[in-house]
């Protein structure tokens, strides 16, 4: 199995912040690797796949970086419907696994 | 609207059976596998089972194995899962999700609202 490592758990920031979240594997993934946000009582919904490649629909503020073990979601200028948890997950090896979560709040 | 909607979750005993349903709206339901994922209470998430297009092909996480059952109906756009022999540790918001394929492996990209299942007596 692939051990996810995502850091920080929780993230203070002020909106307008420039914010990075942190995903790190077990064993080289290629980029194999998804982005979820999920707010309060709400649904988890897709923001990032292949690394790096934008859902339709999401906001150019979200980006993604990395291949291998190591990658990285950085918001550049938060803003107040950002502050919600944020998921990886590997889609290299079966099963999709998931990383605990970044809940990013509000400083 | 492109949507999915679950249904069937609530307070059930340790031992006793729930079966779960997601009504899918506004895309070609018999064209996606489908997923059911879980969410424990304060918890991450953790993918459950997944059901081919014509349900052909099931997979399931080790810790359901044998207790739950992935199915649909096609002409419903509905997905199913049976859930029996229910375990405290089964408790969590259950989500239907709309997979897609990239690559090796899989992503999903339309999520339900989730409902909620409670094992416990």
């Known amino acids: 199995a692939i051990w996810m490592t995502q850091s920080p758990s929780l993230l203070s920031a002020s909106t307008g912040d420039r914010v990075t979240i942190s995903c790190r594997m077990s064993?080289?993934?290629?980029?194999?690797l998804a982005w979820y946000q999920q707010k309060p009582g709400k649904a988890p919904e897709l923001l990032i796949y292949a690394a790096s490649t934008l859902q339709s629909g999401v906001p150019s503020r979200f980006s993604g970086s990395g291949s291998g073990t190591d990658f990285t979601l950085t918001i550049s200028c938060l803003q107040s419907e950002d502050f919600a948890t944020y998921y990886c997950q590997q889609y290299y090896s079966f099963p999709p696994t998931f990383g605990q979560g970044t809940k990013v709040e509000i400083k | 609207e492109v949507q999915l909607v679950e249904s069937g979750g609530g307070l059930v005993q340790p031992g006793g059976s729930l079966r779960l349903s997601c009504a899918a709206s506004?895309?070609?339901?018999?064209?996606?596998?489908m997923s059911w994922v879980r969410q424990a209470p304060g918890k991450g998430l953790e993918w459950v089972a997944n059901?081919?297009?014509?349900?052909?092909?099931?997979?399931?996480v080790d810790s359901v194995k044998g207790r739950f059952t992935i199915s649909r109906d096609n002409a419903k756009n509905s997905l199913y899962l049976q859930m029996n022999s229910l375990r405290a540790e089964d408790t969590a918001v259950y989500y239907c999700?709309?997979?897609?394929?990239f690559g090796v492996g899989i992503v999903f990209d339309l999520w339900g609202r989730g409902t909620l299942v409670t094992v416990s007596s």
């Open positions: 059901i081919k297009q014509d349900g052909s092909e099931k997979y399931y």
């Open positions: 506004g895309f070609t339901f018999s064209s996606y596998w």
């Open positions: 999700a709309r997979v897609t394929i």
């Open positions: 064993q080289g993934i290629s980029s194999y």
